[in-house]
């Protein structure tokens, strides 16, 4: 199932997309608690999503998705993690904060060098954790924050935990998601290089109102055979700039969930970010974005989130 939230002008309400994917079926309608909200359906587990199912298969209360708007499907997640574990990604990314640093103070730009993939994203999943409440979904405007020049997205694909647990093995990892997501982590690259130095990690350049979209919608893992197969293509106001795959991943979905859940309790509902594709964002071509700019990401099995980016005026 697709499983969205979305507001018809009654308030946020839990949807599933129809076979034909112009409508949602409103499971909200339905009065069963477990299809109050997104967060209710994951509590629930196996009997919420058989719940949604039974009413989707009986095609109730349905709204065009052009008469709604489409929200995070998690407005508020428990926790958002997000790891890096795309090699070109994790090799070239700072040879694109070397070029923005020189061209910030002032020097010519060295240009694009070969990168390599330190020794600890070998070793082991790196993660931070961001700002759970600055959340948007699909179709948002993304008000660029005043301190920053240098706009910039990163495609990645997203896990929504389904059951919480501690010590999890990788082996059982994937009977602890939910679902997969589109994550667009929209990132301040000048005001994250400065604050990168104090090697706390990033802050001011991740968080920010809106910096972290998802959507359109959630896909559960039944619908999704194999992710590391998943296609992943970004469009800058209609120009495909990224077209990559998951499966060049140093470390899986199972490996993160085992890492992170060691000694420390995963929540259902927590969201854990796959690390931004190889190729997927403008930081790794030194391109950035510009004021008006849309920006498409779509995933295979998944669907297509699309936002614009504006500066304040």
């Known amino acids: ?6 507001d018809s002008g009654q308030g946020p309400r839990l949807g599933a997309l129809t076979a034909s994917g112009t ?10 608690a477990a299809l109050a909200n997104m967060q209710s359906l994951i509590d629930a587990g196996t009997e919420g999503l058989a719940a ?14 052009a008469d ?10 428990q926790q958002i993690r997000d790891a890096s574990t795309a090699p070109r990604h994790i090799a070239h990314a700072p040879v694109g904060m070397r070029r923005l640093a020189a061209v910030m103070a002032g020097e010519p730009d060295p240009g694009h060098a070969e990168g390599s993939v330190p020794d600890i994203y070998k070793a082991q999943p790196i993660f931070y954790i961001t700002n759970r409440f600055s959340v948007a979904g699909h179709g948002d405007t993304i008000v660029w ?8 997205y990163e495609l990645e694909v997203a896990v929504v935990i389904g059951k919480g647990g501690r010590d999890i093995a990788a082996d ?34 991740k968080s920010f109102d809106a910096g972290n ?3 359109p919608w959630i896909v559960t893992t039944d619908e999704i055979a194999d992710y590391r197969n998943l296609r992943c293509v970004a469009k800058i106001n209609g120009r495909t700039v990224t077209d990559s795959r998951l499966g060049e991943m140093l470390h899986g979905f199972e490996d993160m969930i085992a890492f992170i859940s060691n000694a420390e309790t995963l929540h259902a ?19 950035f974005l510009a004021d008006g700019d849309v920006v498409e990401l779509t995933v295979e099995g998944i669907g297509t989130l699309t936002n614009t980016v504006v500066r304040n005026s």
């Open 269 to 287: 509902g927590e969201i854990i970010g796959g690390g931004t594709v190889d190729d997927g964002c403008g930081l790794e071509r030194f391109e």
């Open 68 to 77: 709604v708007r489409l929200l995070a499907p998690l407005p508020c997640p």
């Open 172 to 205: 059982d990892a994937l009977g602890h998601i939910f679902g997969f997501t589109i994550f667009n982590d929209f990132s301040a690259r000048d005001t994250q290089l400065r604050e990168m130095q104090g090697m706390l990690g990033p802050a001011k350049g």
């Open 145 to 152: 924050p005043d301190y920053s020049s240098y706009m910039d």
């Open 1 to 6: 199932m697709k499983l969205a939230t979305f």
């Open 52 to 65: 949604a199912r039974e009413a989707l298969d009986a095609a109730g209360v349905s709204v065009s998705l």
């Open 23 to 32: 409508d949602l079926i409103d499971l909200t309608a339905t009065g069963t």
């Open 213 to 215: 979209v998802f959507g």
